[in-house]
């Protein structure tokens, strides 16, 4: 089984921080990261770092959010700082796995369960 668990969502006030952590078993991860989905909006990237830790954001998160990976945890963190309101939203940890078949390639997404973030006064 690959599985991934996430923990560290909560309610916090507009400019506090949070840090986010998910934990991968069952197999080795590519790329792993984050993405969010907000009431009424379509599921989006908010960062992702590959093994070999090259890190990319969404703008909005830019200066805010720092994505950080522990290999050898097979975990995945997101420090999250001067939240905003609009940082509201469930975050859904993702796993990208890379297998091989004879001389075929083939990857696969796996997501968590998602931890909701309520930025608010």
């Known amino acids: 089984q690959v599985q991934l668990v996430e923990s560290g969502g909560g309610l916090v006030q507009p400019g506090g921080s949070l840090r986010l952590s998910c934990t991968g078993s069952g197999s080795i991860f590519s790329t792993m990261g984050w993405y969010r989905q907000a009431p009424g909006h379509q599921r989006e990237v908010v960062a992702t770092?590959?093994?070999?830790?090259?890190?990319t954001y969404t703008y909005s998160v830019k200066g805010r959010f720092t994505i950080s990976r522990d290999n050898a945890k097979n975990t995945v963190y997101l420090q999250m700082n001067s939240l905003k309101p609009e940082d509201t939203a469930v975050y859904y940890c993702y796993g990208n796995v890379v297998n091989r078949k004879g001389w075929q390639v083939f990857a696969k997404d796996y997501w968590g369960e998602g931890t909701l973030v309520t930025v608010s006064s």
């Open positions: 770092m590959t093994d070999a830790g090259t890190p």
